[in-house]
């Protein structure tokens, strides 16, 4: 599957941004989408994910209650709502296709990925 991130941005600290990632070719025939982020130097961290089938989702501790994501069948299209934005949420996110072995938290879990979309948080 190929997946084509957008909707990053420039944004001021506890502003909001909405990230899209659709699933182009046939309908996302994976069970799981996640959402990742990679800071410069670091590595590449969870930040959410969403079965495809019933909507269940699974945040990190550093974004519950301020991240949301969601998917819309219809368009083929996952969403990461971003709220209550910090400098340190600055970074590359990448959404991601599972690799049909159930739920993971890292990067290893999953085996198709966006080009990532640049988030920068300014203070």
């Known amino acids: 599957v190929q997946l084509v991130e957008s909707g990053g941005g420039l944004v001021q600290a506890g502003g909001s941004l909405r990230l899209s990632c659709a699933a182009s070719?046939?309908?996302?025939?994976?069970?799981?989408m996640g959402w990742f982020r990679q800071a410069p130097g670091k590595e590449r961290e969870f930040e959410a994910a969403?079965?495809?089938?019933?909507?269940?989702?699974w945040y990190a501790e550093a974004v519950k209650g301020r991240f949301t994501i969601s998917r819309d069948n219809a368009e083929n299209t996952g969403y990461l709502q971003m709220n209550s934005l910090k400098p340190e949420d600055t970074a590359v996110y990448y959404c991601?296709?599972?690799?049909?072995?159930?739920?993971?938290?890292?990067?290893?879990?999953?085996?198709?990925w966006g080009q990532g979309t640049q988030v920068t948080v300014s203070s």
């Open positions: 969403i079965r495809w089938s019933d909507s269940s989702t």
């Open positions: 991601a296709a599972d690799r049909g072995y159930g739920l993971g938290y890292k990067s290893y879990d999953y085996g198709d």
């Open positions: 070719g046939r309908t996302f025939s994976r069970y799981y």
